[in-house]
């Protein structure tokens, strides 16, 4: 057996504890006659005499080879007999007889969503202004009316901080909008005004969700100054031309596709990690390589990652379909997606993408959040923040527990038979809430990578197995 990804986290308790992975170092006999049984989590690939083993609960990852598999295979519930037994019961392959699984795993989204946060970490997810200077037509804040956060709702928010915060606590900026950079005037005013409530002492950092057209010099100094950024996400949403089109800037910047690139090497260069997802439907789909392409000036920079993904369809309107990739589609557009994302050298590694096991995913559903519109309204989900009838209070009088809070968690608690009896449930824990409570044409809660884990499973076994080996 090579063990490629050790089980660190304890399941039910998440508090982290270290196992021995080595046979030979393993006490004889270890577990002997203890009743066991195959993990309902694991995930078993082979090809050839050698399988790739991963347990979506523990996050063990291995590789083993045809006479283990055998052994593996052999029965699903029995004594343990001998060490490599054992050493599959502490990687998370084997697991108690009598144990509950699926309870288990409930137990701690609950636990995460319900416990006040232990590790002293909080995000706050403010949009300062809902105005942006790019009119995208896939945008879910187009039928919704643009403002600005006012004086008056700019001191309250720096208010509710003041008293939300603990001193102790390490806060997470998101700076969200429409275009945040259009208001960094307001996020001035934030940050300096709830550092000086903490004496210039509070440990915080940001992240930004920008469109990057308007990173400037003065932004730049900004970002590595007050704001403290470590992380911004920005978008390509075709190639030149196409990406020029869909952004269909106000003010019609010439070129904003090179300015686009030209920033993404920008904020590399000031050490920032920097994403840039690329989003896709059928119409600009054949422009993926020519986009890839470009950017692979970046390929191997510690500091950079490409999310290629879909556009959501959001609508019945006739023609829809034919546009947006539906659900059943996803599989199909990850067999194309990824082989080229390793191709042209911006995917290096295929098991650090396998995903790990999540305590909540739902940021709705956890008590550590703060999602704050223009208006100083409160919400639970950004998707869900410019609509007044969907707040769970404001900036003024707090949050309230009201049906628009409660009904995430009343969403996270019943799941269904699907998500429950799904090996990705630890990975996922039910996926995006936001889907699951406003079902809608062709579209999924599902993490995505669930869609393209053989994939990954199939390089993982040519680079780590036998055959991969130097």
């Known amino acids: 057996m090579r063990i490629l990804r050790n089980q660190t986290i304890s399941v039910f308790d998440i508090s982290k504890q270290k196992f021995q992975t080595n046979v030979d170092e393993m006490p004889s006999g270890r577990h ?4 066991l049984k195959r993990s309902h989590y694991n995930y ?21 080879n045809g006479e283990e598999l055998r052994r593996y295979q052999q029965k699903k519930e029995f004594l343990a007999e001998t060490d490599f037994d054992a050493l599959l019961y502490d990687l998370g392959f084997y697991v108690d007889a009598d144990l509950d699984e699926v309870f288990r795993i409930d137990f701690l989204r609950k636990r995460h969503a319900y416990a006040y946060p232990e590790n002293g970490h909080i995000d706050v997810e403010i949009l300062p202004t809902q105005t942006c200077n790019a009119r995208c037509f896939y945008c879910f804040e187009q039928e919704f009316a643009t403002l600005t956060m006012d004086d008056a709702v700019t001191e309250e928010v720096i208010r509710y901080l003041g008293t939300r915060i603990q001193p102790w606590q390490n806060v997470g900026f998101i700076w969200f909008g ?23 002492e509070l440990p915080y950092t940001s992240s930004v969700t920008t469109n990057n057209s308007l990173l400037t010099d003065e932004i730049l100094e900004r970002f ?60 600009n789909f054949a422009q993926l390589d020519d986009i890839l392409g470009d ?7 510690p500091q950079f990652g490409v999310q290629v993904t879909t ?30 994302l390793f191709s042209h050298g911006l995917i290096a590694d295929p098991l650090a993408q396998l995903p790990v096991r999540d305590s909540s995913n739902c940021i709705a559903c956890a008590p550590n959040k703060i999602v704050i519109n223009a208006n100083g309204k409160l919400f639970e989900c950004v998707q869900d923040s410019l609509a007044d009838d969907n707040s769970v209070g404001d900036c003024r009088d707090g949050a309230r527990s009201n049906y628009n809070y409660t009904k995430w968690y009343r ?36 993490f995505r990578k669930k869609f393209y884990v053989e994939l990954l499973a199939e390089r993982i076994l040519k680079t780590y197995g036998t055959a991969g080996r130097p």
């Open 411 to 446: 969403e996270m608690d019943d799941l269904g038979e699907t998500c429950e009896t799904c090996i990705y449930l630890p990975c996922c824990q039910g996926g995006c809430k936001h889907y699951r409570l406003s079902p809608t044409f062709d579209t999924t809660p599902c």
């Open 178 to 200: 429409g275009e945040p950079l259009a208001a960094a005037g307001i996020i001035d005013r934030i940050l300096t005004g709830v550092n000086d409530r903490f004496h210039g």
């Open 44 to 64: 078993l690939y082979q090809n050839g005499e050698e399988a790739l083993l991963w347990n979506t609960a523990s996050d063990a990852c291995a590789i083993i």
């Open 311 to 340: 556009l959501r369809n959001k609508t019945s309107r006739p023609g829809s379909r034919e546009k947006y990739f539906a659900a059943e589609e996803y599989p199909a557009f990850y067999q194309t997606v990824i082989p080229k």
């Open 295 to 301: 950017l692979e000036r970046f390929a191997g920079h």
């Open 224 to 283: 590595l100054g007050l704001w403290r950024v470590n992380d911004v996400m920005t978008t390509i949403d075709g190639y030149r031309e196409e990406h020029d089109r869909r952004k269909a800037y106000v003010d019609s910047t010439a070129d904003a596709y090179g300015r686009t690139l030209q920033n993404l090497s920008r904020l590399l260069d000031a050490g920032i990690h920097t994403t840039c997802r690329v989003n896709l439907d059928k119409d």
């Open 32 to 35: 002997r006659g203890r009743a």
